[in-house]
Nanobody, 123 residues
Framework: QVQLVESGGGLVQAGGSLRLSCAAS????????MGWFRQAPGKEREFVAA????????NYADAVKGRFTISRDNAKNTVYLQMNSLKPEDTAVYYC????????????????WGQGTQVTVSS
């Protein structure tokens, strides 16, 4: 079992920045790839970014490439999402997720989810 708790969401103006954190607890955390997904009102949950268990490999959705950066600190059991140049269309509930083994982008393959944190970007 892996428990995930997100923090760092909030309200920010367009062009601003936020950093989300996801604290993980449970056994073998370092064996899990970690990712961020988001869900806007009336839309399906979508992939944002993921990082391999070692932190050496990352992948991003096209919509956030060049603006968002995912990273992890296995000593602190924490994964981060640095979000820069935020746009109103980034407004959503952001979810941290974990998947045992290799990295992923398919929401259906996630093993564990956090409760989500709201990010609102005003124009």
């Amino acid at each position: 079992q892996v428990q995930l708790v997100e923090s760092g969401g909030g309200l920010v103006q367009a062009g601003g920045s936020l950093r989300l954190s996801c604290a993980a607890s449970g056994r073998a955390y370092s064996r899990y790839a970690m990712g961020w997904f988001r869900q806007a009102p009336g839309k399906e949950r979508e992939f944002v970014a993921a990082v391999s268990w070692s932190g050496g490999s990352t992948n991003y959705a096209d919509a956030v490439k060049g603006r968002f950066t995912i990273s992890r600190d296995n000593a602190k059991n924490t994964v981060y999402l640095q979000m820069n140049s935020l746009k109103p269309e980034d407004t959503a509930v952001y979810y941290c997720a974990a998947k045992y083994g290799s990295s992923w982008s398919d929401v259906r393959k996630s093993d564990y989810w956090g409760q989500g944190t709201q990010v609102t970007v005003s124009s």
